[in-house]
Nanobody, 119 residues
Framework: QVQLVESGGGLVQPGGSLRLSCAASGLPSSNRNMGWFRQAPGKDREFVAAISYSGGNTRYADSVKGRFTISRDNGKKTVYLQMNNLKPEDTAVYYC????????????WGQGTQVTVSS
């Protein structure tokens, strides 16, 4: 049974920072590339960032490049998303994902964690 559990979301002012975590369990070895996606109300779910199993390869959406950093700790089976200089347009539910191919939408999703950026 695969479980991906996100945490770390909350309310933050523009320019602030948050760090999201995704704790994984039961992932098959064929789906070890991890990613973060987000979805705002009424909008499609969009790619945010991805990281290979080794951590040596990362990908970022242009909208977050330079502000967000994805990382992972395989010993803790946890993936992180450090979000700095947050903007109101970053407001969304953030989802953790596990995939066969880096930066693609894999079959495994977490329940999501809400991030709200507002004054």
């Amino acid at each position: 049974q695969v479980q991906l559990v996100e945490s770390g979301g909350g309310l933050v002012q523009p320019g602030g920072s948050l760090r999201l975590s995704c704790a994984a369990s039961g992932l098959p070895s064929s789906n070890r590339n991890m990613g973060w996606f987000r979805q705002a109300p009424g909008k499609d779910r969009e790619f945010v960032a991805a990281i290979s199993y080794s951590g040596g390869n990362t990908r970022y959406a242009d909208s977050v490049k330079g502000r967000f950093t994805i990382s992972r700790d395989n010993g803790k089976k946890t993936v992180y998303l450090q979000m700095n200089n947050l903007k109101p347009e970053d407001t969304a539910v953030y989802y953790c994902n596990a995939a066969l191919v880096l930066a693609t939408r894999g079959p495994y999703w977490g329940q999501g964690t809400q991030v709200t950026v507002s004054s």
